[in-house]
């Protein structure tokens, strides 16, 4: 699916605020790289992964979470390059100041149309 990878290098990230230093640091490697960091909140885990991550043809639904809010950080890397997620992560680990992100992923042609909520679940159990 090409137009995973036709978009900006993003991670969405969940459960890391600009507020907390793993938000800052995070934030701050991936300016390193230039890759952008987007914010997902609690109510977007009734989206598609690829609306979130703003591919083409993947519109927002009307949907409404209900669910309870994860207790997990969670990054989904989109178009990421492989050399500068592996430098992301190594870096981040590195850093004994932040706590390490609970659940990471990356956006695929096999899961870009499950909602958040339904790759959280998933990802809970591998």
């Known amino acids: 699916m090409s137009q995973i990878h ?11 605020p600009d507020s907390s230093a793993e938000g800052l640091y995070l934030r701050a490697l ?3 790289k230039n890759i952008l960091v987007k914010d997902v909140n609690v109510t977007d885990f009734s989206q ?14 009307n949907l409404k979470y209900s669910g309870a809010a994860p207790d997990h950080s969670i990054v989904w890397f989109i178009s990421v390059k492989r050399e500068d997620l592996n430098w992301l992560l190594q870096q981040y680990s590195l850093n004994k100041d932040v706590a390490s992100i609970d659940l990471k ?12 909520a339904d790759h959280y679940v998933e990802l809970q159990q591998e």
Do not use: P
Not at 48 to 61: C, E, P, Q, V
């Open 6 to 16: 036709d978009v900006q290098s993003t991670i969405l990230a969940y459960g890391l």
């Open 30 to 32: 991936a300016a390193e």
């Open 105 to 116: 992923a990356v956006l695929t042609e096999h899961n870009v149309n499950w909602t958040l």
């Open 48 to 61: 598609k992964l690829g609306s979130i991550a703003g591919l083409t043809g993947f519109a927002r639904d």
